[in-house]
């Protein structure tokens, strides 16, 4: 049933071209310029007038939620706000008619997430649920949503989920983006043809599972780890982070790039790797002297980079060259090295990666 694979994780990260695939097909048609959500059909143009939408999620899935932040406010220009649920459910929010609710769920049943929703819905709020299990009480609640296809999720910590999770959060902005008319067609056309070629480019990156494994090798007996990336790159690092600690045990923290100079750089020695996201996007020359910030300060840098960059090469002790990408799509790429890394990190340290200590797969409690 692990279909070859030593883990379930491994075959999840594999099964992501597919996944990515699912979730995009019969919605997304590059080729005639069209996109189709039938879940969202009736709401898209309530969607493009809402004076708000507010994300809520928990964990990995509020990862995703941040990306969306990005993609949705650039697409729509509609202010988004990202939340974790159990802070949003708890303080009585300012949440009523024409605020758009849009939760995300690879379970539909995580606790906090579905008590989130039920307040928010009560108060008029419009809710959507992009979820991964069909039928699931988050998708039941929903008024409106479309599901993520990457089929059943048996590892514990969430991989091609969150990527599902990306492609079908891009999808909604853009057709929204669209109906609104904020974006050019040919925008929108451009970033259809990237979204088409994402699977393709995903398997690209899976041909560097050897070389990653190398690199979780040199690094594996670590104390911390720092993750750092700016932009759409930002989520990834704090999803990198997540990763290596539930499955392999070690400290992480993701950050934004600038931030670290602001505390945490504090940390860097000759002794932390601080793994940088850092493929060509508009922040790219800002993330080129974060790097030069911690080389000054002897930390060893593990660079995820753009295939054919000629900088970031000398400055870094590691590198994992990714296929060139809209900013907009790159973080299903990047985010591939970072499930990869924690992965082999957690094997080689002899851990059972399928079932971290202390962690359950849905977390059914408040
Ligand atoms: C991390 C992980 C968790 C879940 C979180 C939300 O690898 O799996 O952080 O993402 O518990 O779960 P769902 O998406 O089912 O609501």
Redesign the pocket.
């Known amino acids: 049933e692990k279909g070859g694979y030593d883990h379930f994780m491994l075959k999840e990260i594999f099964e992501q071209p597919q996944t990515i695939f699912d979730s995009l097909r019969g919605r997304l048609d590059a080729k005639n310029g069209t996109l189709t959500i039938g879940g969202i059909r009736e709401h898209a143009e309530m969607l493009s007038k809402a004076k708000r939408i507010i994300i809520v999620?928990?964990?990995?899935?509020w990862h995703a939620g941040l990306v969306a932040e990005y993609m949705i406010e650039e697409l729509c220009r509609i202010p988004v706000e990202v939340e974790y649920a159990s802070e949003f459910r708890y303080r009585n929010p300012v949440v009523g008619p024409g605020d758009v609710i849009i939760a995300?769920?690879?379970?539909?049943?995580?606790a906090d997430?579905l008590v989130a929703i039920e307040s928010a819905k009560e108060k008029g709020a419009i809710i959507l649920g992009v979820c991964n299990v069909v039928g699931s009480s988050i998708a039941r609640l929903s008024d409106a949503g479309a599901y993520t296809h990457a089929g059943p999720e048996i590892g514990?910590?969430?991989t091609k989920?969150f990527t599902a999770q990306l492609a079908v959060l891009c999808l909604i902005g853009l057709k929204v983006a669209i109906v609104k008319g904020s974006i050019t067609k040919q925008r929108f056309q451009h970033l259809l043809d990237e979204l088409d070629n994402i699977p393709e480019k995903v398997a690209t990156v899976l041909k560097l599972n050897g070389r990653i494994k190398e690199i979780a090798a040199k690094y594996k007996d670590a104390r911390d780890f720092l993750y750092l990336g700016r932009g759409y790159n930002f989520p990834v690092a704090l999803e990198g982070a997540?990763?290596l600690k539930?499955i392999s045990y070690i400290h992480a923290e993701g950050y934004p790039a600038a931030e670290m100079k602001h505390g945490p750089i504090a940390l860097v020695d000759e002794n932390l790797p601080v793994v940088f996201v850092a493929t060509h996007d508009s922040y790219y020359e800002k993330v080129v002297s974060n790097i030069q910030e911690i080389r000054a300060r002897k930390g060893k840098v593990i660079a995820v980079i753009t295939e054919g960059d000629q900088v970031i090469p000398g400055m870094a002790d590691d590198i994992i060259e990714v296929p060139e990408a809209d900013e907009l799509v790159a973080p299903m790429l990047s985010v591939i090295p970072m499930q990869l890394l924690a992965y082999h990190i957690g094997v080689l340290k002899g851990f059972d990666v399928d079932k971290p200590r202390n962690l359950a797969k849905?977390?059914t409690v408040e």
Not at 57 to 61: E, L, N
């Open positions: 999620a928990c964990g990995t899935s995300v769920s690879q379970s539909g049943e995580t997430t514990v910590a969430s989920a997540l990763k539930e849905s977390v």
